[in-house]
T-cell receptor, first 117, second 110 residues
Framework: DTGVSQNPRHKITKRGQNVTFRCDPI?????LYWYRQTLGQGPEFLTY????????KSRLLSDRFSAERPKGSFSTLEIQRTEQGDSAMYLC???????????????FGSGTRLTVV | SQQGEEDPQALSIQEGENATMNCSYK?????LQWYRQNSGRGLVHLIL?????REKHSGRLRVTLDTSKKSSSLLITASRAADTASYFC??????????FGAGTQVVVTP
């Protein structure tokens, strides 16, 4: 494993189009997180998975956003009918869970920068 | 909304000097972590301190945690130009979800 991989690195789309991003986590990591980051701000939590189960979704994740993690491996984040306000860096991170109180740092991917024009 | 607030927002120092940044948070935590982000890249995990710990060291990094004041500090000693980056604190509860602050932008000039 070379780390968390995100594709594409950059995406420019027209308003109203649908986009899909992919994240390949470190293979032994069972937890996967999606964050969104705008310029000058810290990452904002969107959603996370433990294996294939989506355990929490932020209120930031409107009905136009959907995330999946089939088979508990890679994950996709889809944005439908994109708006200019969706322009941001979308970050994926993974970590390993040893139980409720296990605490480990995240490994982040390099992100997908989305520009909606 | 973001849990943590870093202070200062920006810091400019010369190589060899120490850099100190602070993080304050609002709710009780399980752990606090610090991350570094170079421009346009993903975040890199630096150090994790648990709520029952008061101080931790890793190389040139020193982190303190004061849960009574809901604050933490990150000290980078003998800074280098390569330390130029944004630094974020992140607080974690159970289940590993982290909430990040807005970050401190550090510039180290040769």
């Amino acid at each position: 494993d070379t780390g968390v991989s995100q594709n594409p690195r950059h995406k420019i789309t027209k308003r109203g189009q649908n986009v899909t991003f992919r994240c390949d986590p470190i293979s032994e990591h069972n937890r996967l997180y999606w964050y969104r980051q705008t310029l000058g701000q810290g990452p904002e939590f969107l959603t996370y998975f433990q294996n294939e189960a989506q355990l929490e979704k932020s209120r930031l994740l409107s009905d136009r956003f959907s995330a999946e993690r089939p088979k508990g491996s890679f994950s996709t984040l889809e944005i439908q009918r994109t708006e200019q306000g969706d322009s941001a860096m979308y970050l994926c991170a993974s970590t390993v869970s040893g139980g409720r109180n296990s605490i480990y740092g995240y490994t982040f991917g390099s992100g997908t920068r989305l520009t909606v024009v | 909304s973001q849990q943590g607030e870093e202070d200062p927002q920006a810091l400019s120092i010369q190589e060899g000097e120490n850099a100190t940044m602070n993080c304050s948070y609002k709710t009780s935590i399980n752990n606090l972590q610090w991350y570094r982000q170079n421009s346009g890249r993903g975040l890199v995990h630096l150090i994790l301190i648990r709520s029952n710990e008061r101080e931790k060291h890793s190389g040139r990094l020193r982190v303190t945690l004061d849960t009574s004041k809901k604050s933490s500090s990150l000290l980078i000693t003998a800074s280098r130009a390569a330390d130029t980056a944004s630094y974020f604190c992140a607080t974690g509860g159970s289940w590993g979800k982290l909430q990040f602050g807005a970050g401190t932008q550090v510039v180290v000039t040769p």
